[in-house]
């Protein structure tokens, strides 16, 4: 079982907030992802990272951004969160030698107000 | 861009039956993974795949990387109360580094 963790696991929270989603994992792994997903759909490539000081835009345009400052830790940001906010959020991660599938966090389920 | 179909996108079965679900591309995949996913959780990784004509089981699960490396299959045989979920399967295309393309899932739900 890969250790990936997110927290909160689940947010419920007023419209314009600021909000931060964690995702830490222990394995070492230089790539990490983000997905958006609504409820039994598929998921979607919001952003993703190589490594330290790596960030690029996946394939869904989201108004989230993200960080790679630690190769361990990689956080989703909401400046100001809209109701059409409120979806799934599940953070990946991946080994860097070849290609190495990923493994999943158990995701936030963010709600906005 | 590039998408996957997979079906059928849902199930309904009876305990013990066999299932099959499967997954086309219009594009060569370099690798297949099949996922599933409970309710109010991440996808678990069940079965990778990564060399066309490969057939590689899990338990009960068995899932195949097509010939044409366009397809894969997965079959759940003697299912159970526990199989119910949704299965994703997903792609690494042979044109990608290390991103994968997710089929929109198979839900499926158990009549004890």
């Known amino acids: 079982e890969a250790d990936i963790y997110q927290t909160p696991r689940y947010l419920v929270i007023g419209t314009g907030k600021k909000i931060t989603l964690e995702c830490s994992q222990t394995?070492?792994?230089?790539?990490m992802y983000w997905y958006q997903q609504d409820p039994g759909m598929e998921l979607h490539l919001i952003h993703y990272?190589?490594?330290?000081?790596?960030?690029e835009k996946g394939d869904l345009s989201s108004e989230s951004t993200v960080s790679r400052i630690r190769t361990e830790h990689f956080p989703l940001t909401l400046e100001s969160a809209r109701p059409s906010h409120t979806s799934q959020y599940l953070c990946?991660?991946?080994?860097?030698?070849?290609?190495?599938?990923?493994?999943f966090g158990d995701g936030t389920r963010l709600s906005i107000l | 861009g590039q998408q996957l179909n997979q079906s059928p996108q849902s199930m309904f079965i009876q305990e013990g039956e066999d299932v099959s679900m499967n997954c086309t591309s219009s594009?060569?995949?370099?690798?297949w993974l099949w996922y599933k996913q409970d309710p109010g959780e991440g996808p678990v990784l069940l079965i990778a795949?990564?060399?066309?004509?490969e057939l590689t089981s899990n338990g009960r699960l068995t899932a195949q990387f097509g010939i044409t490396r366009k397809d894969s299959f997965l079959n759940i045989s003697a299912s159970i109360p526990s199989d119910v979920g949704i299965y994703f399967c997903?792609?690494?295309?042979?044109?990608?580094?290390?991103?994968?393309?997710f089929g929109s899932g198979t839900r499926l739900s158990i009549r004890p």
């Open positions: 997903a792609g690494q295309e042979a044109s990608s580094a290390s991103k994968i393309i």
């Open positions: 990946a991660s991946s080994g860097s030698y070849g290609f190495q599938p990923q493994h």
């Open positions: 990272s190589y490594g330290v000081n790596s960030t």
């Open positions: 394995m070492g792994h230089d790539k």
């Open positions: 795949l990564y060399k066309a004509g």
């Open positions: 594009s060569i995949f370099n690798t």
